[in-house]
């Protein structure tokens, strides 16, 4: 029971990888694009090195260790171009 709670709660993670509802109304800010594309790697176990990812997200690493699927790849490639558009300063 507590292994298929698990699995049920790390699905509804693994999905939520878009902005919010409210978010996507609005339109993108730096800091919210830095968000969601530092919270696609977290959700992969990335070991961050950066003091404002550390802050936010913790330095949780697990395997795969930031290794993006394909889909993943495809957002955060999607998000970059976002933010470069915007002039973020992406670090």
């Keep these: 029971m507590k292994r298929w709670l698990l699995l049920v709660c790390l699905a509804a993670i693994a999905a939520d ?5 409210a978010a996507a109304r609005s339109a993108p800010t730096c800091d919210s694009l830095w968000y969601n594309r530092t ?6 176990g ?17 395997r795969p260790y930031g290794k993006l ?8 490639n999607d998000i970059a171009r976002q933010q470069r558009r915007l002039g973020c300063k992406t670090n």
């Design 69 to 76: 699927t394909y889909r993943d790849q495809r957002r955060v």
């Design 39 to 44: 919270a696609i790697y977290a959700r992969r």
């Design 17 to 21: 990888v878009g902005p919010s509802p």
């Design 46 to 62: 990335m070991c961050f090195k950066d003091e404002r990812a550390l802050r936010v997200f913790g330095q949780k690493c697990f």
